[in-house]
């Protein structure tokens, strides 16, 4: 079965640094999304991206975060600057089509000290 | 924005039991999704729906798609062991190039062998 692979799984960081975080969507997908989720809450909505573009953002997604694939493959998360609120698992997901639904990667937690 | 309220918050069962669990919106959706959630995992797709009145079933797992688009729910029968996690409904409002996830607070299974 296809996977979304995310890396590092783990990634501790100093307070004001900057992380990327990194994700191998699904070959054929077309459609690619980052979530976040704090300890314990509900999975929250950071953005999607199609046709090499953000589609949306939400409240979240502020200057400090921006998406990019550089690639035909990854797609990364950057945090500029980092803040311990920042502190969640962070999931990448992808679908072949818009109305499908997603594939998620196992996440990335980020433990912001 | 949109808001998923999710019941039960938790529940705890024998092990051959059956569970029921929903979802409900004060706005509309055009799919809705169970996803499960393992601890330190991501979210795994259970069941899509997309069509209103819609029933669908996977193995002991059936989900509806309620009629008026504004709520979903999940049943488990003759739990086991291994349905132990949390479940998450999930509502999605598609337009133009965006499919983002609106997800529920969850409903933590625990089912007692």
């Known amino acids: 079965e296809p996977e979304v692979t995310q890396t590092p799984s783990h990634q501790v960081t100093q307070m004001g640094q900057e992380v990327i975080l990194r994700c191998v969507p699904i070959?054929?997908?077309?459609?690619f999304y980052w979530y976040r989720q704090i300890l314990g809450q509900k999975v929250e909505f950071l953005v999607s991206?199609?046709?090499?573009?953000?589609?949306?953002k939400s409240e979240i997604f502020d200057d400090q975060f921006s998406v990019e694939r550089p690639d035909g493959s990854n797609f990364t998360l950057k945090i500029r600057s980092t803040k311990l609120e920042d502190s969640a698992m962070y999931f990448c997901?992808?679908?072949?089509?818009?109305?499908?639904?997603?594939?998620f990667g196992s996440g990335t937690r980020l433990t912001v000290v | 924005g949109q808001q998923l309220n999710q019941s039960p918050q938790s529940m705890f069962i024998q092990e051959g039991e059956d569970v029921s669990m929903n979802c409900t919106s004060s706005?509309?959706?055009?799919?809705w999704l169970w996803y499960k959630q393992d601890p330190g995992e991501g979210p795994v797709l259970l069941i899509a729906?997309?069509?209103?009145?819609e029933l669908t079933s996977n193995g002991r797992l059936t989900a509806q798609f309620g009629i008026t688009r504004k709520d979903s729910f999940l049943n488990i029968s003759a739990s086991i062991p291994s349905d132990v996690g949390i479940y998450f409904c999930?509502?999605?409002?598609?337009?133009?190039?965006?499919?983002?996830?609106?997800f529920g607070k969850g409903t933590l299974l625990t089912v007692n062998p």
């Open positions: 999930a509502g999605q409002m598609s337009g133009g190039s965006n499919y983002k996830l609106t």
């Open positions: 997901a992808s679908s072949e089509s818009g109305r499908t639904g997603y594939t």
């Open positions: 070959s054929n997908h077309l459609y």
């Open positions: 706005s509309i959706f055009n799919t």
């Open positions: 991206f199609y046709n090499n573009e953000i589609s949306e």
């Open positions: 729906l997309y069509k209103a009145g």
